[in-house]
């Protein structure tokens, strides 16, 4: 039975192929394309993984990357988080904290995590920030995470991934659907709230790739007596009141969330802003040394891909 539904999807895909070539040829901006890999799948019925046009609700298109094969496909690549310079603490790149400089007077960054503003390309997004308009336009009820090398190409995305997981009970539909919304209900700003009692939502996930242990060659040693492996946490506070957007993997049960957690808002009260920047505190013990606090190399060169279905 398998076999046959494999065939089936395998002669379609070759059809279809056929098809979308034509369909690919113009990309005229009359031309509108599904809002979703959710909504392309569910017109095509089987497609493989790659790049695919898609359309916000206002007309403007826009190439993205879709996950057409984990659990039954449909994932669309909305936003990556990369530290292109771990030695820069809220420096140039760092979209998804602050290019600012650590600053108390700008306690949220300009706020990319709440907001409108696009960057990045898909072609680029293991080298770079990335977010697309589907990030604050689809409306979705899962997520998945991938966690690649930097700089490895399309194709290779998914296959070096040294991380890769999905939620599985609807979670965005109580939060607006998607990101976008979240964060407005739990802004990514210092001094917001306080450590535990302000937490954001922790989802369970499914894994992928890789399983509980795997969170410990990754992130630092002291780092596993300050988590649950298992979840995804949405905005959290450490012991100095500083936000930060993302913890992925796991559900904080220390303060010392920095270490861990990615994103955050313009201000980091310890340590004089090295704690500030997209990778937070990943290189407190040196950069890469997976010793103490130190997330491993592999970890801290690794772009964060963000999906939804
Ligand atoms: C948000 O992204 C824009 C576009 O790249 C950038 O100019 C801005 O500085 C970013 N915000 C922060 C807080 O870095
Ligand atoms: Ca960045
Ligand atoms: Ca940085």
Known sequence: MAQWVMLMCFL???LEMLESTTIMLGNYPSVSYPKSCKELLHLYGCLPDGLYFLSTSSGTSYLTFCDMTTDGGGWTLVASIHENNMYGKCTVGDRWSSQQGNNENVPEGDGNW?????FGTVEAASSDDFKNPGYYEIIAEDMSVWHVPNGANVDNWKPSSIFRYHTQKN???QYGGNLY?????????Y???????NTGPSIPIVYD???????STLYGPNSKREYEPGYITFRAFNNEKAALALCSGLKPKGCNIEHFCIGGGGFFAEGSGRQCGDFAGFDWNGYGTHSQWSASK????????LFYR
């Open 298 to 305: 592999e970890m801290t060169e690794s772009v964060v891909m």
């Open 209 to 215: 790739f890789g399983n509980d242990e795997s969170l």
């Open 191 to 197: 001094n917001a709230g306080v450590c535990h009692t």
């Open 181 to 189: 919304n979240l964060y407005k209900a739990y802004p990514v700003r």
């Open 114 to 118: 709440s907001n409108k503003v696009t």
């Open 12 to 14: 379609l895909l070759n």
């Open 171 to 173: 979670f965005l539909t």
